[in-house]
Every structure is written in structure tokens, then in C-alpha cells.
């Protein structure tokens, strides 16, 4: 398996322009995270999905921030319009079902580094 | 709501000192406890973890502590290495089975030569 891939590994874009993040989870895992990461806030999780289903997007920054799993290979993280202060790396991670007896590694793809000017 | 604080948030050391993270959760219905080590420009990555029902673990330098009646764990790396160097998250699983894992804040790692 080739891990969680994530597309564009780097962005740069303009104050006020839409800017779209995507994501491959692992086959067969069935969560699915963001996370941005900053020097100030750290690792912030802002959305997750388990079966396709926003579950918990209280991480979600404001209105601005949008999350869609259309189906279980493919995640979109939108942000529109950008601003300087969104500009952070941003990572997507899958993990294995959960369950009572499971215990849940986290599978982090390699981020993009969006910067909006 | 659940909360991780995670101590020192830097850390210096000489090769082949020990180095030792500290970490304590809110939620005690927290189970799980894992350790990710990212390195520069790198994808934070799973180096250890551990279940409530045990209270220590080691994989070669590396070793996790729990005490859930203080409800706090840590991490311990022994001899260290110039590439031990890098940032060190702490998480703890939330209650509910829900998948979702609290992360630390962070404790940069440098290993001086």
C-alpha cells in the first residue's frame, strides 16, 4: 500500500482565492482526520469522518473551512476564500475500524504546505 | 472537554543522556496512549504505544510509563542518538471508542554531539 497520499504537497495562493486539499486514505481504513499544524497552535484536529460521516468537526476553524468524503478513497478539505493566517501545513490521516478491543494507529500522509499570500 | 498537556515543551540533551517527555490527560476513560515522532519537514509517525491495562512498555531505547490513578504517562529514551532529534507528540485515545486521539502539544528533542 502506498500510505495516505495527500495532493498538492505545496500551495501557494492569494489572500481571498479558494484553495482545495485532497486526500487518499489507506484501503480499508475507515476514519479519516485533519489536522493542520502551526509553530503556535501545534496539531489541531479539525475534522474527522468514520464511514464516510463527519463525526466530530468541532475543530473547524469557522465557516470559511468545508469537509467532504464522498466516498472511502477520497476526502476534500476546502478552504474558501484563504487568508495569511490559514497558512499552516496540513495533514490528513486514516486508521484501521475501530471497536472495543481495537486500538487505532493513526497513518499520517506527508501534509500540504499551504501559503496564502 | 478532553485535554493533553504534555511537558517540557523543549528539551535539551548530550548524546547518550537519557530524555524523558511528560504527559497528563484529562479523560479517565482514556485507553490508549500513543507516542508519534516527527522529524523535520517530515509526517508525524507512530514510535510506541500503550494500553490502560498496562503500566509499562519498552522497545529497545525507548519505553512508556502509564499511571492512571495520576492519570499521567511518559516517554523514556535512553542512549540517545543525534537522530533521536525531532518533535515528540504524546496523544491520548477519547472515551467513546470514537477513534479520535488528543495530541500534546509537543516537546522539540535536541541531541547534541
Known amino acids: 500500500d502506498a500510505g495516505v497520499i495527500q495532493s498538492p504537497r505545496h500551495e501557494v495562493t492569494e489572500m481571498g482565492q479558494e484553495v482545495t486539499l485532497r486526500c487518499k486514505p489507506i484501503?480499508?481504513?475507515?476514519?479519516l482526520f485533519w489536522y493542520r499544524q502551526t509553530m503556535m497552535r501545534g496539531l489541531e484536529l479539525l475534522i474527522y469522518?468514520?464511514?464516510?460521516?463527519?463525526?466530530?468537526d468541532s475543530g473547524m476553524p469557522e465557516d470559511r473551512f468545508s469537509a467532504k468524503m464522498p466516498n472511502a478513497s477520497f476526502s476534500t478539505l476546502k478552504i474558501q476564500p484563504s487568508e495569511p493566517r490559514d497558512s499552516a501545513v496540513y495533514f490528513c490521516?486514516?486508521?484501521?475500524?475501530?471497536?472495543?478491543?481495537?486500538?487505532?494507529?493513526?497513518?499520517f500522509g506527508p501534509g500540504t504546505r499551504l501559503t496564502v499570500l | 472537554g478532553e485535554n493533553v498537556e504534555q511537558h517540557p515543551s523543549t528539551l535539551s540533551v548530550q548524546e547518550g543522556d537519557s530524555a524523558v517527555i511528560k504527559c497528563t490527560y484529562s479523560?479517565?476513560?482514556?485507553?490508549?496512549f500513543p507516542w508519534y515522532k516527527q522529524e523535520l519537514g517530515k509526517r508525524p509517525q507512530l514510535i510506541i504505544d500503550?494500553?490502560?491495562?498496562?503500566g509499562e512498555k519498552k522497545d529497545q531505547r525507548i519505553a512508556v510509563t502509564l499511571n492512571k490513578t495520576a492519570k499521567h504517562f511518559s516517554l523514556h529514551i535512553t542512549e540517545t542518538q543525534p537522530e533521536d532529534s525531532a518533535v515528540y507528540f504524546c496523544?491520548?485515545?477519547?472515551?467513546?471508542?470514537?477513534?479520535?486521539?488528543?495530541f500534546g502539544q509537543g516537546t522539540t528533542l535536541q541531541v547534541k554531539p
Open positions: 500503550i494500553r490502560s491495562n498496562v
Open positions: 496523544a491520548a485515545r477519547g472515551s467513546g471508542n470514537t477513534g479520535k486521539l488528543i
Open positions: 469522518f468514520n464511514n464516510n460521516v463527519p463525526i466530530d
Open positions: 490521516a486514516s486508521s484501521p475500524p475501530g471497536g472495543r478491543s481495537s486500538y487505532n494507529e493513526q497513518f
Open positions: 479523560d479517565s476513560a482514556s485507553n490508549y
Open positions: 484501503s480499508g481504513h475507515d476514519y
